[in-house]
């Protein structure tokens, strides 16, 4: 169970400096709005749930609001700012980047601010990385490009090495843009920051399409990227239509956590099927995903079936299971496999078919932000710099409840997100699609 350790933000000491936005926060309140500095958010939401802990109200886990502070650890026209992006593309990246420096450069007064090109490769010497001088205007309409201008990549970098250029370049605060690896290779640089005694603050934006950071309402970018795919959902269904036996099959990315998939198969609402990760499926035997389909097929003349890329990995034999640079397992490909064993069951079976394979793939993550998680890149990227100039580090910040709350970093890798087998998600799948509870 979390407890008040877990939810515990690191501070690099006592704020000293008025904040330049400080006036602006005179007349605030905790209100269904507006969370004040010193005030907590409950982590627990049922009645059951903090029941459970026995205890008062004032001593039920809690995590600390974001938002500015009155007075500010750093003194802004003294601190030096770098910000780096690292792990796959996400809609929003350019978003938060730009968020960051102009809430920095506008607000705070904080004047030299770098990117560090291609990930944790961009601090280490061997690979020739320049960095950006980042300003108002080189920031000026970066977000109408997807991608990221910093650049990202995987694989292990030494921490030590990171934050040598670090002190080399007399930073005080570092930003990572980044998924569950990359927060891991933030804390390691908290670890070696501490080690050498050093005052620099590390800050995360977390960063995946694959919705799969916990304890946060949804990561950005992970609506832009469903959103995108419910175009190939779309067109999988008019193919399916418009041929007799016409089976669309879509693959859609989301390694361990099936919330693209659910997603936009709920907004799109023509799947017949969505398989994922979190829910083991037979493929073979009368009660098996293969022989419902061919009823589906025979009863209503076509269907669409939508998966997750790290479904059904089991049934993948030919599989070499590898891992990429940065240790992610590299997965087996569902969608062939189902597209071949489709067709061949429904030959079997004599059943006139004509399946369509789509596979999105990069496509739903390189797009620029929707308007909805640009707006929402804008408010993490205050929430950074705010929680950053106030001193915290090894802290992440996210958007919970509604409530935008700092989260050590150490919870946020804690555990995957995963869609709840018996959560109201699966239920509204299962509703929309009607298949069965279970393949088995
Ligand atoms: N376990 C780890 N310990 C330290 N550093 C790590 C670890 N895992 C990853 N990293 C660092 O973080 C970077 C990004 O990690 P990774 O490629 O796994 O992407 P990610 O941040 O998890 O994003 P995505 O959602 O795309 O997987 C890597 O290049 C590596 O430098
Ligand atoms: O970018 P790569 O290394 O091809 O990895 C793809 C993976 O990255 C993700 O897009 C997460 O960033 C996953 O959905 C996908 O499995
Ligand atoms: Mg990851």
Known sequence: MIGHEDLTVRTLGPCRIDSPLADRLAARETTQHSVVEDD?????????????RGVPVEQLPSLEPGGPRQRIYFDPAKTRVGIVTCGGLCPGLNDVIRGLVLELCRHYGV??????????????????????????????????EGGTILGTSRGMQDPEEIVD?????????????GGDGSIRGAMEV?????????????????????????????????????????KSIHAASVEARSAPGGVGLVKLMGRHSGFIACYS???????????????????????????????????????????????????????????????????????RLLRRLITEHLDDAKVENNVRYFDPSYA????????????????????????AMAGRTEVIVARRRRRFVHIPMALAVSRRNHVDPLGDLWMSVLEATGQPVRFE
């Open 40 to 52: 907590r958010i409950l982590f627990d939401d049922t009645i059951s749930m903090a029941g459970v």
């Open 111 to 144: 004047r030299r601010i770098v990117g560090f090109r291609n990930g944790y490769r961009g601090f280490i010497p061997h690979y020739g990385e320049d960095v950006v001088d980042l300003s108002p205007e080189v920031v000026q309409h970066i977000d109408d």
């Open 165 to 177: 250029a670090l002190e080399r370049l007399a930073i005080n605060i570092l930003f990572v843009i």
């Open 190 to 230: 908290v670890r070696v920051i501490g080690e050498r005694g050093l005052k620099i603050a590390v800050v995360g934006v977390p960063k995946t399409i694959d919705n799969d950071i916990p304890y946060i309402d949804q990561s950005f970018g992970f609506q832009t990227a469903m959103s995108e795919a419910t």
């Open 265 to 335: 198969t709920l907004a799109k609402d023509d799947a017949d099927y969505v398989l994922i990760p979190e829910v083991p499926f037979a493929l073979h035997g009368e009660r098996g995903f293969l022989e419902h389909l061919r009823r589906r097929v025979e009863d209503r003349g076509h269907a669409v079936v939508v998966v997750a890329e790290g479904a059904g990995q089991e049934h993948i034999e030919e599989h070499e299971p590898g891992r990429d640079a940065s240790g992610n397992v590299r997965l087996g490909d569902i969608g």
């Open 364 to 387: 739903i993550r390189s797009v620029p932000a929707n308007p909805y998680d640009s707006a929402y890149c804008l408010r993490l990227a205050h929430a950074a710099v705010h929680a």
